[in-house]
Protein backbone atom coordinates (compact mmCIF):
# COMPACT_ATOMS: atom_id res chain seq x y z
CA UNK A 1 0.00 0.00 0.00
CA UNK A 2 1.42 3.50 -0.77
CA UNK A 3 -0.17 4.79 2.59
CA UNK A 4 2.33 3.01 4.33
CA UNK A 5 5.09 5.55 3.21
CA UNK A 6 3.50 9.02 4.36
CA UNK A 7 2.82 6.51 7.81
CA UNK A 8 6.21 5.66 8.10
CA UNK A 9 7.74 8.97 7.00
CA UNK A 10 4.91 10.55 9.68
CA UNK A 11 6.22 8.51 12.58
CA UNK A 12 9.65 9.50 12.05
CA UNK A 13 9.45 13.08 12.16
CA UNK A 14 7.14 13.19 15.08
CA UNK A 15 9.90 10.83 17.04
CA UNK A 16 12.52 13.07 15.69
CA UNK A 17 11.02 16.71 16.37
CA UNK A 18 9.98 15.30 19.99
CA UNK A 19 13.32 13.93 21.36
CA UNK A 20 15.35 17.25 20.31
CA UNK A 21 13.31 18.94 23.32
CA UNK A 22 13.60 17.86 26.81
CA UNK A 23 11.26 15.26 27.66
CA UNK A 24 10.62 12.39 30.22
CA UNK A 25 11.16 8.58 28.79
CA UNK A 26 9.82 5.11 29.66
CA UNK A 27 9.89 1.73 27.82
CA UNK A 28 7.58 -1.35 29.36
CA UNK A 29 8.58 -4.25 27.61
CA UNK A 30 6.14 -8.22 28.37
CA UNK A 31 6.42 -11.61 27.00
CA UNK A 32 3.22 -14.36 27.25
CA UNK A 33 2.07 -17.56 26.69
CA UNK A 34 -1.01 -19.44 26.28
CA UNK A 35 -1.86 -22.55 26.19
CA UNK A 36 -5.75 -23.86 26.08
CA UNK A 37 -8.39 -26.03 24.12
CA UNK A 38 -11.24 -25.32 21.31
CA UNK A 39 -14.04 -27.53 20.67
CA UNK A 40 -15.23 -26.34 17.08
CA UNK A 41 -12.36 -24.46 15.71
CA UNK A 42 -13.92 -24.50 12.38
CA UNK A 43 -17.15 -23.00 13.52
CA UNK A 44 -19.19 -25.90 11.98
CA UNK A 45 -22.82 -26.26 12.36
CA UNK A 46 -22.76 -30.29 12.41
CA UNK A 47 -19.27 -32.30 12.77
CA UNK A 48 -17.53 -30.07 15.13
CA UNK A 49 -13.33 -30.59 15.71
CA UNK A 50 -11.78 -29.59 17.90
CA UNK A 51 -7.40 -28.43 18.93
CA UNK A 52 -5.38 -27.44 21.25
CA UNK A 53 -3.58 -24.23 20.48
CA UNK A 54 -0.96 -21.92 22.27
CA UNK A 55 0.55 -18.65 21.43
CA UNK A 56 3.69 -16.43 22.25
CA UNK A 57 3.30 -12.83 22.46
CA UNK A 58 5.44 -9.42 23.02
CA UNK A 59 4.51 -6.13 23.62
CA UNK A 60 6.94 -3.16 23.41
CA UNK A 61 5.65 0.17 24.85
CA UNK A 62 7.72 3.75 24.39
CA UNK A 63 6.60 6.60 25.83
CA UNK A 64 8.74 10.27 25.92
CA UNK A 65 6.81 13.13 27.13
CA UNK A 66 7.61 16.92 27.77
CA UNK A 67 6.15 19.80 29.54
CA UNK A 68 3.58 20.03 26.21
CA UNK A 69 3.59 16.97 24.20
CA UNK A 70 3.62 13.23 24.49
CA UNK A 71 4.61 10.31 21.63
CA UNK A 72 3.92 6.68 22.27
CA UNK A 73 4.31 3.65 19.98
CA UNK A 74 2.65 0.18 20.86
CA UNK A 75 4.27 -2.61 19.22
CA UNK A 76 2.40 -5.93 19.85
CA UNK A 77 3.51 -9.98 18.06
CA UNK A 78 1.44 -12.91 18.52
CA UNK A 79 2.30 -16.33 16.90
CA UNK A 80 -0.22 -18.61 17.11
CA UNK A 81 0.16 -22.63 16.41
CA UNK A 82 -2.96 -25.11 16.82
CA UNK A 83 -2.06 -28.55 17.32
CA UNK A 84 -4.45 -30.22 14.48
CA UNK A 85 -4.46 -27.00 12.26
CA UNK A 86 -1.28 -26.75 11.20
CA UNK A 87 -2.22 -25.08 7.99
CA UNK A 88 -3.96 -21.97 10.09
CA UNK A 89 -0.94 -21.12 11.70
CA UNK A 90 -0.28 -17.22 11.63
CA UNK A 91 1.34 -14.60 13.31
CA UNK A 92 0.01 -10.85 13.45
CA UNK A 93 1.27 -7.23 14.44
CA UNK A 94 -0.10 -4.14 15.61
CA UNK A 95 1.75 -1.09 15.48
CA UNK A 96 0.36 1.98 16.54
CA UNK A 97 1.84 5.32 17.09
CA UNK A 98 0.25 8.11 18.66
CA UNK A 99 1.22 11.55 19.55
CA UNK A 100 -0.62 14.70 21.35
CA UNK A 101 0.66 18.36 21.68
CA UNK A 102 -1.48 20.78 24.08
CA UNK A 103 -1.35 24.32 23.12
CA UNK A 104 -3.02 24.60 26.39
CA UNK A 105 -5.40 23.58 29.74
CA UNK A 106 -7.75 23.44 26.98
CA UNK A 107 -7.04 22.95 23.82
CA UNK A 108 -4.90 20.03 22.22
CA UNK A 109 -3.97 18.79 19.00
CA UNK A 110 -3.63 14.70 18.63
CA UNK A 111 -2.78 12.69 15.80
CA UNK A 112 -2.09 8.45 15.52
CA UNK A 113 -1.65 5.74 13.34
CA UNK A 114 -2.65 2.03 12.72
CA UNK A 115 -0.71 -0.84 10.50
CA UNK A 116 -2.61 -4.07 11.50
CA UNK A 117 -2.07 -7.38 10.25
CA UNK A 118 -4.74 -10.03 11.48
CA UNK A 119 -5.67 -13.79 10.47
CA UNK A 120 -9.59 -14.05 9.62
CA UNK A 121 -10.46 -17.53 11.08
CA UNK A 122 -12.04 -20.07 8.65
CA UNK A 123 -15.64 -19.72 9.08
CA UNK A 124 -15.76 -16.63 10.30
CA UNK A 125 -16.16 -13.33 8.55
CA UNK A 126 -15.37 -13.71 5.32
CA UNK A 127 -15.72 -17.35 4.93
CA UNK A 128 -18.89 -17.89 7.21
CA UNK A 129 -20.34 -21.48 6.58
CA UNK A 130 -17.80 -21.91 3.99
CA UNK A 131 -14.54 -23.54 6.20
CA UNK A 132 -14.57 -27.14 5.22
CA UNK A 133 -13.93 -25.61 1.41
CA UNK A 134 -10.75 -24.00 2.49
CA UNK A 135 -7.12 -24.91 3.58
CA UNK A 136 -6.48 -21.88 5.53
CA UNK A 137 -7.69 -18.62 7.05
CA UNK A 138 -7.59 -14.90 5.18
CA UNK A 139 -5.12 -12.37 6.06
CA UNK A 140 -6.21 -9.03 6.40
CA UNK A 141 -3.78 -5.64 6.10
CA UNK A 142 -5.21 -2.40 7.57
CA UNK A 143 -3.51 1.29 7.59
CA UNK A 144 -4.82 4.27 9.24
CA UNK A 145 -4.42 7.60 9.88
CA UNK A 146 -5.77 9.94 12.49
CA UNK A 147 -6.04 14.19 13.02
CA UNK A 148 -7.78 15.65 15.86
CA UNK A 149 -8.20 18.87 17.53
CA UNK A 150 -9.77 19.24 20.61
CA UNK A 151 -11.05 22.20 22.53
CA UNK A 152 -12.62 22.35 26.26
CA UNK A 153 -12.36 19.91 29.06
CA UNK A 154 -15.15 18.34 31.64
CA UNK A 155 -15.15 21.86 34.01
CA UNK A 156 -16.03 23.80 30.69
CA UNK A 157 -19.09 25.13 29.34
CA UNK A 158 -18.50 23.47 25.95
CA UNK A 159 -16.44 20.90 24.51
CA UNK A 160 -15.78 20.74 20.70
CA UNK A 161 -13.69 17.74 19.14
CA UNK A 162 -12.73 17.94 14.92
CA UNK A 163 -11.45 14.02 13.55
CA UNK A 164 -9.92 13.29 10.53
CA UNK A 165 -9.24 9.05 9.69
CA UNK A 166 -8.42 7.97 6.64
CA UNK A 167 -8.21 4.36 6.27
CA UNK A 168 -7.19 1.16 3.79
CA UNK A 169 -8.25 -2.38 4.29
CA UNK A 170 -7.58 -5.40 2.20
CA UNK A 171 -6.98 -9.04 2.17
CA UNK A 172 -3.79 -10.59 1.17
CA UNK A 173 -4.87 -14.05 0.08
CA UNK A 174 -7.41 -15.26 -2.21
CA UNK A 175 -6.77 -12.47 -4.04
CA UNK A 176 -8.91 -13.47 -7.00
CA UNK A 177 -12.43 -13.29 -4.98
CA UNK A 178 -11.09 -10.69 -2.29
CA UNK A 179 -9.64 -7.81 -3.67
CA UNK A 180 -13.48 -6.65 -4.87
CA UNK A 181 -13.63 -6.21 -0.70
CA UNK A 182 -10.48 -3.77 -0.71
CA UNK A 183 -11.79 -0.04 0.71
CA UNK A 184 -10.67 3.01 0.96
CA UNK A 185 -12.23 5.32 3.87
CA UNK A 186 -11.90 8.94 4.52
CA UNK A 187 -14.37 9.72 7.81
CA UNK A 188 -15.24 13.30 9.32
CA UNK A 189 -16.52 13.14 12.85
CA UNK A 190 -17.08 15.93 14.60
CA UNK A 191 -18.89 16.63 18.29
CA UNK A 192 -20.01 19.09 20.51
CA UNK A 193 -21.36 19.26 24.08
CA UNK A 194 -22.64 22.20 26.27
CA UNK A 195 -23.32 22.03 29.60
CA UNK A 196 -26.85 22.80 30.52
CA UNK A 197 -25.92 22.16 34.80
CA UNK A 198 -23.91 20.58 36.89
CA UNK A 199 -22.47 17.96 35.12
CA UNK A 200 -25.35 17.06 32.65
CA UNK A 201 -24.41 18.09 28.98
CA UNK A 202 -26.86 18.41 26.10
CA UNK A 203 -24.32 16.73 23.25
CA UNK A 204 -24.12 16.85 18.99
CA UNK A 205 -22.83 14.28 17.17
CA UNK A 206 -22.21 14.34 13.29
CA UNK A 207 -20.08 11.68 11.21
CA UNK A 208 -19.38 11.59 7.30
CA UNK A 209 -17.79 8.91 6.13
CA UNK A 210 -16.88 8.45 1.95
CA UNK A 211 -16.19 4.64 1.69
CA UNK A 212 -14.86 3.77 -2.14
CA UNK A 213 -14.20 0.16 -3.21
CA UNK A 214 -11.16 0.47 -6.16
CA UNK A 215 -11.78 -2.75 -7.52
CA UNK A 216 -16.11 -2.90 -7.42
CA UNK A 217 -17.15 1.14 -7.76
CA UNK A 218 -20.52 -0.21 -8.09
CA UNK A 219 -20.20 0.28 -3.80
CA UNK A 220 -19.12 3.29 -3.75
CA UNK A 221 -20.60 5.06 -1.30
CA UNK A 222 -20.83 7.92 1.32
CA UNK A 223 -23.01 8.31 4.36
CA UNK A 224 -23.84 10.72 7.04
CA UNK A 225 -24.88 10.67 10.65
CA UNK A 226 -26.40 12.89 12.76
CA UNK A 227 -27.31 12.21 16.84
CA UNK A 228 -28.62 14.68 20.03
CA UNK A 229 -28.65 13.38 23.19
CA UNK A 230 -27.12 13.92 26.62
CA UNK A 231 -24.27 13.20 28.37
CA UNK A 232 -24.29 13.17 32.75
CA UNK A 233 -21.68 12.73 35.01
CA UNK A 234 -22.91 13.67 38.31
CA UNK A 235 -20.55 11.76 40.11
CA UNK A 236 -17.80 9.19 40.26
CA UNK A 237 -20.21 6.20 41.06
CA UNK A 238 -22.40 7.06 37.75
CA UNK A 239 -21.65 7.91 33.98
CA UNK A 240 -24.45 8.04 31.26
CA UNK A 241 -24.80 8.89 27.47
CA UNK A 242 -27.42 8.67 25.29
CA UNK A 243 -28.02 9.56 21.83
CA UNK A 244 -30.35 9.37 19.18
CA UNK A 245 -30.60 10.00 15.07
CA UNK A 246 -30.60 8.89 11.78
CA UNK A 247 -27.95 7.55 9.48
CA UNK A 248 -27.94 7.48 5.34
CA UNK A 249 -26.19 5.46 2.93
CA UNK A 250 -26.14 7.29 -0.73
CA UNK A 251 -24.92 5.15 -3.05
CA UNK A 252 -22.63 6.75 -6.52
CA UNK A 253 -24.08 3.91 -8.60
CA UNK A 254 -28.02 4.60 -9.39
CA UNK A 255 -28.85 1.24 -9.73
CA UNK A 256 -28.53 0.71 -5.96
CA UNK A 257 -31.01 2.19 -3.71
CA UNK A 258 -30.17 4.39 -0.90
CA UNK A 259 -30.54 3.51 2.88
CA UNK A 260 -31.85 5.57 5.99
CA UNK A 261 -32.06 3.93 9.57
CA UNK A 262 -32.63 4.97 13.33
CA UNK A 263 -29.16 5.40 15.45
CA UNK A 264 -28.73 5.19 18.37
CA UNK A 265 -25.87 5.10 21.05
CA UNK A 266 -26.34 4.43 24.93
CA UNK A 267 -23.19 3.93 27.54
CA UNK A 268 -23.76 3.75 31.17
CA UNK A 269 -21.11 3.16 33.65
CA UNK A 270 -21.78 2.34 37.26
CA UNK A 271 -19.10 2.20 40.07
CA UNK A 272 -21.25 0.72 43.56
CA UNK A 273 -18.26 0.44 44.88
CA UNK A 274 -14.26 0.93 44.46
CA UNK A 275 -13.92 -2.42 43.89
CA UNK A 276 -16.78 -2.88 41.02
CA UNK A 277 -17.53 -1.52 38.03
CA UNK A 278 -20.13 -2.34 35.61
CA UNK A 279 -20.37 -1.31 32.15
CA UNK A 280 -23.41 -1.15 29.33
CA UNK A 281 -23.31 -0.39 25.58
CA UNK A 282 -25.83 -0.38 23.10
CA UNK A 283 -25.02 1.03 19.70
CA UNK A 284 -26.82 0.58 16.35
CA UNK A 285 -25.18 1.80 12.58
CA UNK A 286 -24.32 0.82 9.07
CA UNK A 287 -20.86 -1.05 8.71
CA UNK A 288 -18.99 -2.18 6.14
CA UNK A 289 -19.89 -5.87 5.91
CA UNK A 290 -16.23 -7.60 4.51
CA UNK A 291 -18.27 -10.36 3.22
CA UNK A 292 -18.42 -11.13 -0.86
CA UNK A 293 -21.84 -11.79 -0.19
CA UNK A 294 -23.07 -8.00 0.59
CA UNK A 295 -20.76 -4.64 0.52
CA UNK A 296 -22.73 -3.39 4.09
CA UNK A 297 -24.19 -3.96 7.25
CA UNK A 298 -26.74 -2.71 9.25
CA UNK A 299 -25.27 -4.06 13.11
CA UNK A 300 -27.25 -3.72 16.40
CA UNK A 301 -24.91 -4.51 19.27
CA UNK A 302 -25.47 -5.01 23.22
CA UNK A 303 -22.95 -5.84 25.45
CA UNK A 304 -22.16 -5.52 29.51
CA UNK A 305 -19.03 -5.93 30.83
CA UNK A 306 -18.27 -6.61 34.80
CA UNK A 307 -14.92 -6.08 37.02
CA UNK A 308 -14.79 -6.88 40.15
CA UNK A 309 -11.72 -6.91 42.39
CA UNK A 310 -11.58 -9.63 45.30
CA UNK A 311 -7.87 -8.12 46.42
CA UNK A 312 -5.09 -6.30 45.44
CA UNK A 313 -4.04 -9.11 43.52
CA UNK A 314 -7.33 -11.12 42.13
CA UNK A 315 -9.61 -9.86 39.67
CA UNK A 316 -12.73 -10.58 38.06
CA UNK A 317 -13.96 -9.49 34.78
CA UNK A 318 -17.17 -10.76 32.41
CA UNK A 319 -18.63 -9.68 29.43
CA UNK A 320 -21.48 -11.11 27.20
CA UNK A 321 -22.90 -9.84 24.45
CA UNK A 322 -25.29 -9.93 21.54
CA UNK A 323 -25.12 -9.08 18.06
CA UNK A 324 -27.57 -8.49 15.29
CA UNK A 325 -26.37 -7.96 12.13
CA UNK A 326 -28.32 -7.82 8.65
CA UNK A 327 -26.17 -8.17 5.67
CA UNK A 328 -28.06 -6.52 2.71
CA UNK A 329 -28.04 -6.87 -1.37
CA UNK A 330 -30.70 -6.63 -2.99
CA UNK A 331 -31.63 -9.65 -3.73
CA UNK A 332 -31.97 -10.37 0.05
CA UNK A 333 -31.27 -9.76 3.55
CA UNK A 334 -28.94 -12.14 5.83
CA UNK A 335 -29.57 -11.68 9.43
CA UNK A 336 -27.30 -13.35 12.00
CA UNK A 337 -27.72 -12.86 15.55
CA UNK A 338 -24.71 -13.34 17.31
CA UNK A 339 -24.03 -14.23 21.12
CA UNK A 340 -20.65 -14.23 23.09
CA UNK A 341 -19.22 -14.60 26.64
CA UNK A 342 -16.54 -14.41 28.35
CA UNK A 343 -14.56 -14.93 31.79
CA UNK A 344 -11.52 -14.08 32.97
CA UNK A 345 -9.58 -14.45 36.48
CA UNK A 346 -6.44 -12.51 36.77
CA UNK A 347 -3.76 -12.98 39.27
CA UNK A 348 -0.83 -10.85 40.21
CA UNK A 349 1.63 -12.90 41.35
CA UNK A 350 4.66 -10.67 41.48
CA UNK A 351 5.39 -6.85 40.26
CA UNK A 352 6.53 -8.69 36.91
CA UNK A 353 4.37 -12.16 36.83
CA UNK A 354 1.06 -12.07 36.43
CA UNK A 355 -1.65 -15.48 35.53
CA UNK A 356 -5.00 -15.23 33.65
CA UNK A 357 -7.53 -17.69 33.23
CA UNK A 358 -10.08 -17.41 30.36
CA UNK A 359 -13.22 -19.09 29.05
CA UNK A 360 -14.83 -17.72 26.08
CA UNK A 361 -18.69 -18.83 24.16
CA UNK A 362 -19.36 -17.94 21.11
CA UNK A 363 -23.32 -19.36 19.18
CA UNK A 364 -24.40 -17.68 15.85
CA UNK A 365 -28.19 -18.00 14.91
CA UNK A 366 -29.47 -17.27 11.47
CA UNK A 367 -32.21 -17.08 8.51
CA UNK A 368 -29.43 -19.01 5.92
CA UNK A 369 -28.95 -22.86 6.68
CA UNK A 370 -25.65 -24.21 7.87
CA UNK A 371 -24.43 -21.47 9.11
CA UNK A 372 -25.18 -21.93 12.83
CA UNK A 373 -22.50 -22.69 15.56
CA UNK A 374 -21.46 -22.86 19.07
CA UNK A 375 -17.71 -22.45 20.50
CA UNK A 376 -16.47 -22.39 23.16
CA UNK A 377 -12.58 -22.22 24.39
CA UNK A 378 -10.42 -22.04 27.40
CA UNK A 379 -6.71 -21.26 28.10
CA UNK A 380 -4.11 -20.22 30.87
CA UNK A 381 -2.05 -17.40 30.24
CA UNK A 382 1.58 -16.33 31.92
CA UNK A 383 2.37 -13.01 31.31
CA UNK A 384 6.07 -11.63 32.31
CA UNK A 385 7.18 -7.67 32.36
CA UNK A 386 10.70 -7.03 32.02
Known amino acids: MSFSRIFTLCAICTFSALVQAESENK?????????????????????????????????????????????????????????????DNHTNFTIIPKYQFKFSQNQRL?????????????????????????????????????????????????????????????FTTRRDLTRSLDTEIVNFKSNFDYLLSGKTFLAFDLDYKITEYPNDALNNRDSITGLVGVKWYTTVISEFNFLVGF??????????????????????????SDYTKLHFVSNRKFDESYRLISSY??????????????TETLDFFASVG????????????????????QLTLNYQYSARLSMQLNYQYKSLAANVDN???????????LKVSL
Do not use: C
Not at 142 to 155: I, K, Q
Open 27 to 87: VAFNVATEAGYIDNFLYLAHDEQSTAYYNLSSDLAFTTKSQQSAFTVDAKVTSNFFQNFDS
Open 110 to 170: YLSGLWLNSYAYRGLGISTGDAKNLSQGDEQENMAAVLGYEYGTFESQGKLNFELTYNENQ
Open 247 to 272: QQLNFSDSRLSNEEAFKWRFDYTWRP
Open 297 to 310: RLADTHQVNLEHAF
Open 322 to 341: LNNEKFITEQRTQEEDYFFA
Open 371 to 381: IDYLYNSVGFK
